[in-house]
């Protein structure tokens, strides 16, 4: 049982390692990295919406953001400069989520902080409780041990499920 | 009618506050044994339950005169000024009921009183614990009531005393078919969770004994999630419908807000099952009703306080101080009631084992809790990092679609492997055996994704969708295969062929069953979430005859016209649609942009050719002022069909699971049965399910 536990677990890690190594890769091509920077940004306008999605009427902001983000990746700009110029002239608003230091890390953080926080906390507290479960009586009589049997058999038949615990 | 209105909600106010008074006195009298008092605490009861029976009259006659008002172009009320005019169409008339604040806290007034009503109406299993609940519903009715009569006045009159000729009309964004139901779908579920809390405040108050209170509850705790599910997603299709930019959920604040309470909900609904079954998580489930309450206040909170801003706050002000009043008034009663009461919510047992069903279901409530967590903190971060650094930085869907996606997969993961497992503790022998298809759904499903050309190791995004089609897989098969184990059962007992066995096997329990076909729905709407890493989209200017491509789809613009109407001007697209060569509409779509007259605001009306496979999504963006050319950007996403399918299908489940069960008929056995003694012991006999 515990070695079924822990293989899973393994395994489970072993695809979140996996999965983290993948998602660290990053866009190459100028159109990628277009639609990648343009949603990483916000519209300043005032909709509330990503760069790339502002789709309003008469937008007088939109454009010109996307034809300066064109022109900073045709200038061989990387995408750490190209989003710094666009925070020091339209400010920190400008980005449609929070970098990754300073305070701003603090929101990336704290979701998976707190849900491992508990997650550990609710396996510690599970497994302190079944340590405190006290063992099952095994001492039976012959009669209730026979009437348990014949209602396993009766269940193995309903169920279909072999005596091996096979379905 | 402004003064009949207004006089309805004086007279609302006053009998709410009756009701509380004499309800709470009652109670108070009734604990302390009170009955040589002049008024016998059961008549003062009364009294404060036809009190509340009255109110929800009085603020039927006021919500009447506010929706007579709007309907009869009334324009001396402030409100019909703001919201209506004379060319609207009378369906959004009723829209403007819930278009603004004082009309929305109307409505909500109205809401909570209808099912106050029910309430008292209802009162005949347990007259004391519908006393309870009844009181405390009136609390909270107070508060609405106090701030339509003093603060957000729906009939006030215009200043100056003159009324114009016209008013400045709907907002346009809500001018949708949708718009018509979403609201009140939506404040159905915020509002209906009252009633669970004052259920659950009322037995806690009263020592209730035992879980009978989660008994007369449960419906209401379902209807109340149905309602706010089905008011999400309207949510979510008048916004994919209406605001063009291709999404259906853009993690806006008031999006969040609706969010939050479901999560918190769907918690409770879950865990509330080890409570009923093996007395366990009381606290837990107390405090997430409680919770589920206060997250639908601080949505309200968010939504009309102005204290984070949204694409959806169409009603806005500075109410946000009352509602913070409110919560913390809440938030104390529901603290110190628990601490001075806590002792009455010892559990019976505790969780034996960390693979068991029981653990499950808190593993379950700890990833909605996590959700609602990341929820709230990335909708307030913008506010915490404008207080600690001054400067407000903006958390949209880039932030969420990575923190939320993980927690998202994984809740999908626990609602396959729960229902899997046994109660109290499962076996590796029955582990092995009930996951060995779901396993091998999901790997053929992985490997399947791969050999269809998905780059399941190229993107981020199509990672976890890959991922989540596979869990879809393993989850439908595990819900399949609980309906055929048991059907399978029931086959050999009754010979029934097996689709008769499933049914007869769904009508034995409901609420089982119901709750796996929910789960399936969850499924379908994920299997569509996923879909979104596919998107694909073009932009182009297109003059007519021109013709823009995505995907197999080839779009040829006839041409461009311009329209009126008394409402609103409006210009659009006519496109043909050929896939791989072959016209396949025998109407041409037409995207349009509106203007509307009364106060010149724009309008998308996306066209949209859906199948199962994929939305055609085409939006008029205005035209080039350069050139006079119309901008058609195209959207294909993938399976968005399967998201309102899955909300279908989960709101059939949520209905079946209210069906009531059917009673088996008893028969006495032709095996004896074990019987536990009073010591606990098994002996055999008695009696079976009919062989």
Redesign the interface.
């Known amino acids: ?1 515990k070695r ?2 822990k293989l899973w677990g393994r395994t489970l890690l072993a695809t979140v390692v996996v ?1 983290v190594c ?2 660290a ?1 990053g866009a190459t091509d100028p159109g990628a990295r277009f639609d990648d920077l343009g ?2 940004m ?1 519209c300043t306008c005032g ?4 760069l790339l ?1 502002c ?4 937008c007088t902001v939109s454009g010109g953001m996307r034809d300066e983000l064109t022109r900073a990746i045709a200038g061989g700009q990387n995408d750490s400069l190209i989003l710094q110029s666009f925070v020091q002239e339209y ?8 970098t990754t230091h ?3 890390l603090l ?2 953080i ?3 902080a ?2 491992l926080l ?2 550990g906390g ?2 510690y507290l ?2 302190h ?2 340590r ?2 006290p063992a099952p009586t095994q001492a ?1 009589t012959p ?2 041990a ?3 049997e ?2 396993r058999a ?1 269940i193995r ?5 072999r005596e ?4 | 009618m402004a003064a009949f209105g207004s006089f309805a909600l004086l007279i609302a106010l006053i009998l709410a506050v009756y009701n509380l008074f004499a309800g709470g006195v009652g109670l108070r009298l009734q604990a302390v044994g009170g009955g040589a008092t002049r008024v016998a605490p059961e008549r003062l009861l009364e009294t404060a339950r036809r009190a509340g029976i009255a109110g929800f009259a009085a603020v039927t006659a006021a919500a009447f005169a506010l929706v007579w008002s709007v309907f009869h172009n009334d324009f001396t009320l402030e409100y019909i000024v703001e919201h209506s005019n004379i060319a609207l169409p009378s369906a959004y008339k009723f829209a403007a009921l819930w278009s603004g604040q004082e009309g929305s806290l109307l409505l909500w007034c109205w809401l909570l009183a209808t099912y106050g009503f029910v309430l008292r109406l209802t009162d005949g299993e347990d007259k004391r614990l519908h006393a309870y609940a009844g009181t405390i519903l009136a609390g909270v009715q107070v508060f609405f009531l106090i701030l339509v009569n003093f603060v957000a006045m729906p009939f006030s009159l215009v200043r100056g005393g003159v009324a114009p000729p016209d008013g400045n009309g709907l907002n346009p964004l809500l001018q949708y078919p949708e718009m018509v139901i979403h609201p009140p779908m939506l404040y159905l579920g915020y509002v209906g969770f009252t009633v669970p809390f004052a259920f659950a405040l009322g037995a806690l108050m009263m020592r209730y004994p035992g879980e009978k209170w989660i008994h007369i509850t449960r419906r209401w705790t379902m209807f109340t999630w149905m309602f706010l599910t089905i008011g999400i997603f309207l949510g979510m299709h008048w916004a994919y419908a209406v605001l ?4 259906y959920w ?1 993690w ?1 604040p008031v999006e969040n807000a609706s969010l939050m309470p479901w999560l918190t909900g769907t918690a409770f609904l879950h865990s509330v099952m080890m409570q009923e079954k093996r007395g366990m998580m009381k606290s837990w489930n107390v405090w997430l009703i409680f919770s589920t309450f206060l997250l639908s206040i601080l949505g309200t909170l968010l939504t009309r306080g102005g204290l984070v ?3 959806h706050a169409f009603a806005q002000s500075s109410i946000g101080t009352w509602f913070v009043v409110f919560l913390g008034i809440v938030l104390a009663v529901c603290a110190f009631t628990y601490i001075v009461q806590k002792d009455h919510l010892k559990t019976e047992h ?6 068991s069903r029981e ?1 499950s279901f ?2 379950n409530n ?2 909605l ?2 959700a609602c ?2 929820i709230l ?2 909708t307030l ?1 913008p506010v915490l ?1 404008e207080y ?2 001054g ?9 969420y679609s ?2 939320m996606v993980p ?1 998202g997969v994984f809740l999908l993961l626990l609602t396959g492997v729960g229902p899997l497992l046994a109660w109290r503790a499962s ?7 009930n996951f060995v298809w779901p396993v091998v759904a999901f790997w053929v499903a992985l490997i399947g994704c791969m050999v269809a050309g998905v780059k399941v ?1 190229g ?2 995004g199509v ?1 976890y969708a890959a991922v989540t089609w596979s869990l879809a897989a393993a989850v439908t098969t595990a819900i399949v295969s609980e309906f055929v ?1 048991g059907a ?2 029931l086959h ?2 009754t010979g029934r062929n097996l689709a008769s066995s499933a049914v007869l096997l769904t009508r034995r329990n409901t609420r089982r069953y119901g709750g796996y076909v929910v789960h399936l729905g969850v499924v379908l709407i994920f299997l569509g979430f996923a879909g979104y890493a596919f998107n694909r989209s073009a932009e182009k200017e297109m003059p007519p005859g021109s013709a823009v491509t995505v995907g197999p789809y080839r779009l040829v613009n006839l041409g461009n016209t311009e329209e009126s109407n008394a409402n609103y001007d409006t210009e659009f697209a006519q496109l043909d649609v050929y896939e791989h060569g072959k016209k396949i509409l025998d109407q041409p779509m037409a995207p349009e ?1 509106r203007v509307y007259l009364v106060n010149g605001q ?1 309008q ?1 009306i996306v066209a949209n050719h859906s199948t199962l496979l994929w939305d055609l999504y085409v ?1 008029y ?2 035209k080039n ?1 350069d050139t006079g050319m119309p901008i058609i ?1 195209v959207f294909l996403n993938p399976l968005v069909s399967w998201i309102w399918i899955g909300l279908a299908v989960t709101v059939f489940g949520t209905l079946l699971a209210l069906v009531p069960t059917l009673q088996p008929v008893r028969v006495a056995a032709t ?4 019987h536990a003694n009073s010591d606990g ?4 006999g008695g009696e079976g399910w009919p062989s």
Request: with cysteine; net charge positive; aromatic share 8%.
């Open positions: 049982m079924g536990i999965a993948l998602c890769t949603h990483k916000m909709c509330n919406q990503v999605e789709n309003h009427v008469g400010g920190a608003t400008v980005l449609a989520a929070p300073g305070l701003d929101a990336w704290m979701p998976f707190v849900s508990a997650l609710t396996i599970v497994r409780w079944a405190q479960q039976r009669e209730e026979q009437a348990l014949t209602m009766r038949r309903e169920t279909g499920t091996d615990g096979q379905g | 063009g930019w291709g999404g853009g806006d801003s949204s694409v505790q969780i034996e084992s960390l693979v653990s808190l593993f700890l990833v809790l996590a967590f990341t903190w990335g971060y990092s600690v650094d400067t407000k930085k903006t958390v949209s869907g880039a932030y990575h923190v927690i076996s590796l022998k029955s582990m092995r055996r190791w993107d981020e990672f184990r399978m059962v050999r007992q942009k724009p998308t939006v963006e205005g002022p950007k095996v004896p049965v074990v012991r098994a002996t055999a």
